[in-house]
């Protein structure tokens, strides 16, 4: 089965940007639709964007269309998430998902596998 790191995580000003990475093993991630979601304080974990096992789907929570960018290397394993014009709102732990079934979804439940998260602080 594959296992997830993900790493990049830090703290950001308004309107600042991140990458965070998501580096795979044990299994090649060419056969997941991956995904990110994130969970802020007190709040449900959210599904923020995923990708296709080809690269050519992607799919976003509408908050962060038009500033975040999911992107993957097969050959490096490694799945990626840029977070351009931040907000106060985007802060929360973000992690990092497989899904088996290699379909779209926003369901947590339907992701198998999971990083460990990496926190994303932005300040104001």
């Known amino acids: 089965q594959v296992q997830l790191v993900e790493s990049g995580g830090g703290m950001a000003q308004v309107g600042g940007s991140l990458k965070l990475s998501c580096a795979a093993s044990g299994h090649t991630i060419s056969t997941y639709y991956m995904g990110w979601f994130r969970q802020a304080p007190g709040k449900e974990r959210e599904f923020v964007a995923g990708?296709?096992?080809?690269?050519?789907?992607?799919n976003y929570l509408d908050s962060v269309k038009g500033r975040f960018t999911i992107s993957k290397d097969n050959a490096k394993n490694t799945v990626y998430l840029q977070l351009n014009s931040l907000k106060p709102e985007d802060t929360a732990v973000y992690y990092c998902?497989?899904?088996?079934?290699?379909?779209?979804?926003?369901?947590?439940?339907?992701?198998?596998?999971w990083g460990q998260g990496t926190q994303v602080t932005v300040s104001s």
């Open positions: 990708i296709s096992q080809s690269g050519t789907a992607r």
């Open positions: 998902a497989a899904n088996s079934r290699g379909f779209y979804s926003s369901k947590e439940n339907e992701y198998d596998h």
